[in-house]
């Protein structure tokens, strides 16, 4: 179950961030909302992953999906550059995450 907090974690991180970019274009109340939603829900899911994964594995896959999430829906969302060069380094965090539950 620990390990379904951490992806929750890190979904409501990518919502967190995303809010923060719309908060910034639109500067409405529902934004702002979702960010502080978005940040409060990845913190309460991270903390109770933290009750059974080593600290250190549960920040760095939370910040992996989190990073590259947020990158992924910055080029959906925000039409941000979509390089091959960029996505080859998304995809080496999202291995790297993926690598940290294999050993975990």
């Given amino acids: 179950m620990s390990w379904m907090y951490l992806i929750l974690a890190g979904i409501f991180e990518m919502i967190g961030v995303t809010m923060i970019n719309s908060w910034h274009k639109k500067r409405n109340w529902q934004s702002l909302f979702l960010l502080f939603a978005g940040f409060g829900a990845s913190f309460l899911f991270l903390a ?23 990158a992924i829906l910055g080029m959906i969302l925000y039409g941000e550059p979509k390089d091959a060069k960029r996505i080859f380094f998304i995809a080496m965090v999202l291995s790297a995450a993926i690598g940290l539950k294999l050993v975990s």
């Avoid at 109770?48 to 947020?70: C, F, N, Q, R, S």
């Fill in 48 to 70: 109770l992953a933290m009750k059974e994964l080593p600290m250190g594995t549960a920040y760095a896959v939370w910040t992996g999906i989190g990073a590259a999430g947020g």
